[in-house]
């Protein structure tokens, strides 16, 4: 398979977490460049692929490598997938996959203003359209910065690091890839800089504030969940702490059955797991995945199976 675009991770842990049937439907709700759709659709015979992104180039990358599949692409976010699955006609699906985060081709093309390692505008958006990383330097508050790094990327110098980007951008505006990164290196103390690129955490703040990504998880899980039939998988891959943490909080919930105070001697309120794990503990990259894409290292899956309707109560 050519990964030139974006090398999917976990690909054959991830089939075989869906259970893949040849006569399913399926929903890919991040396409990226097609490789786990095309791995997907490739085992379908009468059944069918739909595959979603927000990122017209991965559309259209997606697009050239599942040609002649049964799939069908859409541009949007994966939290629309309801919406989507009821304009197709379709009630429910067989299995769901999303894989959180950025791609390998956003982060390779400097122009999208993804990586701390090129000069490009400072942009980061996934969809291409809306308010950029720049725009969010340059108007938000100190506060407001701060707590961004803080609470999206676990940034323990957060508070200088905003003071730092407030005093500079009222001498000059902020708006390149390098221009943050430099001023991010030169805010941390040196034993910071050997951690790593000090960089590191703040650009994955700004690029999960810029496209809203925890919100569209956290809401995309219920709604994924109902898309699945009984039977259904859900498989999620995921690349930092938030992100798994609120998957495994959602899996745990699904999975919880009686809800009776424990003084209570017998169960009254006939509760019952509506899921059951798939992965009793989360899957990661094999020794070689890590040697062929060190991208790899940081990634979980993790898959749940739907026995029934969760409670909304």
């Known amino acids: ?35 786990h759709s095309h791995a997907i659709a490739s085992r379908l015979t009468t059944g069918r692929l ?26 949007t976010n ?13 009630p429910g699906v067989d299995g769901i996959l999303l894989d959180i985060g950025v791609s390998s ?27 950029t990383a720049a725009d969010l330097v340059a108007t938000l508050g100190e506060k407001q910065l701060a707590d961004i790094f803080y609470r999206f990327g676990e940034e323990k110098f957060s508070r200088p690091i905003a003071r730092a980007i407030v005093r500079e951008r009222d001498k000059s505006p902020i708006e390149t890839t390098l221009q ?39 809401a995309a899980l219920d709604t994924a969940f109902d898309c699945l039939n009984v039977g259904g998988r859900l498989a999620i891959i995921t690349f930092h702490s938030l992100e798994d943490a609120m998957v495994k909080n959602r899996f745990q919930s699904w999975r919880q059955g009686c809800i009776c105070p424990r003084e209570l001697p017998v169960c009254v309120c006939g509760r019952t797991p509506a899921a059951t ?30 026995v029934h309707d969760r409670y909304t109560d």
């Open 1 to 35: 398979m050519d990964t030139t675009y974006h090398r999917p991770v976990l690909l054959e842990q991830t089939i075989e977490a869906l259970g893949i049937r040849p006569d399913g439907i399926y929903l890919d709700g991040t396409a990226g460049g097609g490789g």
């Open 50 to 75: 739909i595959s979603l992104d927000q990122d017209p180039d991965a559309i259209r990358e997606a697009g050239a490598r599942l040609q002649g599949l049964p799939a069908t692409l859409v541009q």
């Open 78 to 90: 994966f939290v629309h997938m309801r919406q989507v699955l009821d304009d197709l006609g379709i």
């Open 105 to 131: 081709h956003q982060l390779d093309a400097p122009e999208r203003g993804f990586s701390y390692h090129h000069d490009a505008p400072l942009d980061m958006r996934m969809s291409q359209s809306g308010t």
């Open 180 to 218: 943050l990164a430099d001023l991010v290196c030169r805010s941390v103390p040196a034993a910071a800089r050997r951690d790593g690129h000090p960089a590191r955490r703040v650009f994955q703040a700004l690029r999960i504030a810029v496209n809203g990504e925890l919100d569209c998880l956290s």
């Open 277 to 306: 794990l798939i992965t009793k503990k989360p899957a990661a990259a094999t020794p070689q995945e890590l040697a062929d894409n060190p991208r790899s290292r940081s990634a979980k899956l993790r898959c749940v199976e739907k």
